[in-house]
């Protein structure tokens, strides 16, 4: 860390444009000020002064041959350039600190994999593969990132994860994608709330009840269901965690895959299937086609499918 007025030290440049060479400085200075929304706010991101802030963006506006940024006397904006710049500079920072996390990694002699995925997939799905992990890689080291189910496809491509598990995984030339659980979707509902006691119920019938769902799972039923709005009352929640516990107040209802129904006893929670149409919700697993870590990173997926998979056939067959 810097003192203030200095820039942190910094390794040798990583890309040229004319004579000017671009460092990673001038590239987490941008990175800052895009985040922060100010020079003053970057400074703070990286404990520097706001004077070398806005010295690395000048130098940096230098080399690239056009301007980044639009300064007020209140606010600081990208220009529609600056904005495409952004993503390419985030790719290099993301880039250089996952080598910089496999240097530290290779310097105390030990394989890491980070899996970004979510809290109920940790908690209901994981745990009994990783025990099977452990067993066959003594010496690998599996580093769960637990986030949002919106931010784990940025986990993943920013290289912040080497694995990712959740929905609508990136399946291309860089990434492999390959489905890993599939379950219908449940309601989960305060034993004493008037539809606890159902057998079944049917999207026709959660229509007009206060739901909890997070923003994934509630634009994917209704692209399922095939009609916008669907649902008048939703409550988003930020994780299938919050919004089973909401429901535990018997106050409305928790709309989520059948695999949080562990998470959901924990809790107290009735699960009732939901049906009219029966809709089928699929988990993935992504890794990158090019393994950029010292670990048998396509074996462990593969252990994990074999793992994991036989539990969402004998889920779907009750």
Avoid: N
């Amino acid at each position: 860390m810097g003192r203030d007025g200095d820039t942190p030290p910094q390794p040798p440049e990583t890309t040229m444009h004319g004579d000017t060479r671009i460092k990673i400085r001038h590239l987490r200075s941008f990175d800052a000020v895009a985040r922060g929304g100010s020079f003053a706010a970057a400074a703070g991101l990286l404990h520097v002064s706001a004077p070398a802030v806005s010295l690395a963006i000048r130098e940096l506006e230098e080399a690239v041959g056009f301007r980044l940024l639009d300064r007020t006397t209140r606010s600081v904006r990208l220009t529609e350039a600056g904005a495409g710049y952004l993503s390419q500079a985030q790719r290099v920072l993301a880039e250089f600190d996952g080598a910089h996390r496999l240097a530290a990694d290779l310097q105390r002699g030990r394989s890491v994999v980070r899996i970004a995925t979510t809290q109920a997939i940790l908690t209901c799905l994981l745990p009994p593969a990783l025990s099977q992990v452990h067993a066959r890689w003594p010496g690998l080291h599996v580093h769960p990132l637990d986030v949002a189910t919106r931010d784990i496809v940025e986990a993943l491509r920013s290289r912040q994860a080497d694995m990712a598990i959740g929905v609508d995984l990136p399946d291309d030339e860089a990434f492999d994608c390959r489905p890993i659980y599939s379950s219908w979707w449940e309601a989960y509902l305060a034993p004493r709330h008037p539809l606890a006691r159902r057998a079944r119920l049917g999207w026709a019938q959660l229509a007009h009840q206060r739901l909890y769902l997070t923003r994934s799972s509630a634009q994917k039923l209704e692209r399922q269901i095939g009609a916008a709005g669907v649902f008048s009352d939703v409550v988003e929640t930020t994780t299938a965690s919050s919004g089973l516990a909401m429901a535990s107040t018997g106050q409305g209802i928790a709309i989520f895959p059948g695999y949080a129904r562990s998470l959901a006893q924990v809790m107290g929670l009735v699960a009732v299937p939901v049906q009219g149409p029966t809709l089928l919700h699929e988990l993935q697993v992504a890794v990158p086609r090019q393994v950029p870590v010292p670990a048998p990173l396509h074996a462990l997926r593969d252990l994990l499918v074999e793992s994991i998979r036989p539990l969402s056939v004998a889920a779907l067959a009750q």
